[in-house]
C-alpha cells in the first residue's frame, strides 16, 4: 500500500512537480485476465508503470500478483466501491448536467483538432510538457501527450470527413451555387502563390445562407487564364458542380476573363453565360478611387496633408507629447493619424476622416510650428479641399463596406451603390473646383466596367421590393445620364437586356421548380406552361406593376399621416429619386 500511495501522488501532483507523468500508453500481450484492467503506460522518465483503470493509481509492472491483488484483495477504492454497491463512486467527476462523466481520449483528442481549425492555432498548442502536467494534475490523470504530430493527422482527418460531406451534399443539392475565388501571393517575403475557392448557395431546406472554403492550394507561376481554368476545371470536378454552378467572382484580370470564356465553352451555362462570369464590385471601386487620387493635383494635396501630420506625430517625441497636452487642455480628441497604404484606397479616407475629427487643433498647433520656421503652412483652403474630398470618398467607403458584406445578399445592393457613386460624381463635376480634375477619370473607369450593365445586378435589384422591375428601369437610366453615356439609345438597350435576361431567368426557374401538373396539360388546344414561359413572365409583369400600384397608394396614404420630420427622415433613409418615382 505505501507503494500505490506514492503512485498516486506522483498522479495528481501531490508531489514534485518534476515527478515523471504519462508520456504514452502502448499495447501490451501480456497475461490477458490480469491487464484488461491496466494501461502500460512509458512516463517521460522512460520508465514503465501500470496505471488501473479504475482509481488511475501507477504500480509497478514487475509483478503480476501485485496487480492481481490490487484488483482482487481489492486494494483499488474504485473496485470497494463496486462491491459496496456504489457504482457511481470512482469516476472522476461528474458531468455539468448531473449525469456520470467518462472520459474518452479519442473524442478529446477530436475536440482538439476542430479547435485549432477554428481558432487558427498552431499544431503544437498542446504539445508541452506544462500543458500535458497540468491537465493530469489538475483536471484528468488519465490525460495523455498529444503531440503536434497527432494533432496533425487528427485535424487532417476531421477535414476529409468534411470534405466528403460537402461533396456528397452537392451531389444531392437541387438548387445554384454561386463561387468566389482569388489568387494571392504569400506575405513577409515568403514564396509561392495561392488561390481559394469559396462556395455560396442557399440551403432549400432551411433557406439559409451558406458558405464553405471548399479549395485552397498552392497556384505556381506563370498565373495564365488557361492555368487558371485547369485549377477552376478541377475544383468543380472534385465537388460535383459542373452543372450547378450559375455565377463566379472573380477580380478584374485578363487572365480570370480568359479562364472564363473557356469554362463557358466547357460547361456551356444558361442562358450562354450571362449570369456566369461576375465582377468583384469592390475592386471595381477600388480601381475607381485610385485613378482619381493618381491625379497630379490631387496627390500632391494628399503629399501635403500627410506632410502636416509627419511634423506633429514623427518629428519628435516632444512636439508629439506638446500636441497631446494641448488636445488635453482644450478638451479636444488627440487621436492617431491612420495612415495611408497603397494597397487600400480607403486607408487615405479614414486618415483625413481621423484629421478632420482634431481640424482645430491640429491647424492652430501647426501654425504655431510654422511660424517659428519648423515647418510650412498649411493653408486654410487646404483644410476646405480636405473636407470635400472625404466627403466625396465616404460614399465610394460606404458602397465598399456595403458590398463586401458576408451575412447578407450584396448583389441586390450594387446597382443603388452605383447610382449614388454616378450622382455625387456628376454632383461635383458641376461644382468646379480643383476636385473636378479628378471626376473625369473616375467616370471613364466607371463607364469602363458598366458600360454593359450585368445581368446579375440588374436582375437582383429586380427582385429586391424596393426597387423591382420599374425601379430598375429609371436607375439604369439616371446612371446612363450620370455616367455620359452620349449613345441615346444606350439606356433603352440596357433596359432591353435586363428585361430579357430576367425573363430567361425566370423560365429557367420556372422550368424547374414550376408545378408539373401545369406543364403537362397540353389538352384542348392550350400549349404547355414551358412552352408559353413569355406568358408566365408576362403575368409575373403584371403581378409586379400590381403590386408597384398598390404600394404606391400606400406610400402615399402613409405620407399625408406623416410630419414635415418624419418625411425629412424617409427621404434620408430612402434613394430619395427612387421614392419619387414610386409616388410619381
Known sequence: MASESASFSTATGVGSTSSPIIREIIATNRNPNIWKDFNLCIMTDNSQKAQCKHCFHFLSVGSNTTLKNHISHPHCEAKKAQQNQNPEAGQTSMARDGSVFRYDPDYLREQFAGLVIQRALPFNHFDHEQTTRVFQNTMQPRYTHVSRSTLKRDAMKLWLVAKQEIIASFGNINACVNLTTDVWSAPHGVPGSYMCVTAHWIEPGTWQMMKRVISFEEF?????????????????????????????????????????DKLKLKYDPPMGGRFYHSRCVAHIINLVVQAGLGVPAIDAIIESFKTMLKDIFKSSARTRQRYVKICKDAEKPCLRPNWDVPTRWNSTYHMFLSGLKQQTTLAYYHDVLANKNRCNHFSAESWV??????????????????????????????????FFMSTVLSEYELEGGILSSMIKPMKKKLRKYFQHMPSIITCAAALNPCFNVNGVDYLIESISRDLEFFDDTFASKSKSYFKESLEGLYNLYYAKYGNPTQSSQTSGGATSSKASGGNNYSRLLNGLKAHTKKRQGLILQCLANMSDMSIRILSHIFIPKTLQVLMS
Request: hydrophobic content about 40%; overall charge negative.
Open 220 to 260: 505556381p507561376s506563370p498565373h495564365t487564364g488557361g492555368a487558371l481554368f485547369k485549377m477552376l476545371t478541377k475544383v468543380l470536378t472534385n465537388f460535383n458542380l459542373e452543372d450547378k454552378v450559375m455565377s463566379i467572382t472573380l477580380d478584374n484580370a485578363s487572365n480570370n476573363t480568359s479562364a472564363m
Open 385 to 418: 479641399i480636405i473636407q470635400s474630398l472625404t466627403q466625396l470618398l465616404e460614399v465610394f467607403n460606404n458602397a465598399t463596406e456595403i458590398l463586401s458584406g458576408v451575412y447578407y445578399p450584396t448583389s441586390p445592393l450594387v446597382l443603388q451603390q452605383i
